[in-house]
């Protein structure tokens, strides 16, 4: 499985972006996929994740209220919509893939086995 994140840009605060995930090869539909992000000199952090299958989602408390996340089966593709951007969202962010989840939705980033590059979003005061 390869993974292609897309969508990113500069973005004044207040305002909204949507970012993409395009997978390539086969998605098994126990499939968990997953946003995370790094902003410079932090470590990585959760943002999102949703079940392939049956739709059931995660968010962190940062993003919550403000990002959704939502899957097109037919097109292979995890989309992230960001909403009502802030600075500290500033970041690099990665799609992921977990091939065997063990429950729910996954929020540990070494329990996903497939990443993309990432795609950069700045937002501006």
């Known amino acids: 499985v390869q993974l292609q994140a897309s969508g990113g840009g500069l973005v004044q605060a207040g305002g909204s972006l949507r970012l993409s995930c395009a997978a390539s090869?086969?998605?098994?539909?126990?499939?968990?996929m997953g946003w995370f992000r790094q902003a410079p000199g932090k470590e990585r952090e959760f943002v999102s994740a949703i079940t392939w299958s049956g739709g059931r989602t995660a968010f962190s408390d940062s993003v919550k209220g403000r990002f959704t996340i939502s899957r097109d089966n037919a097109k292979n593709t995890v989309y992230l919509q960001m909403n009502s951007l802030k600075p500290e969202d500033t970041a690099i962010y990665y799609c992921?893939?977990?091939?065997?989840?063990?429950?729910?939705?996954?929020?540990?980033?070494?329990?996903?086995?497939?990443w993309g590059h990432g795609t950069l979003v700045t937002v501006s005061s």
């Open positions: 992921a893939a977990d091939r065997y989840p063990r429950s729910g939705v996954t929020t540990t980033e070494s329990e996903y086995d497939y």
């Open positions: 090869g086969r998605i098994f539909s126990s499939y968990v």
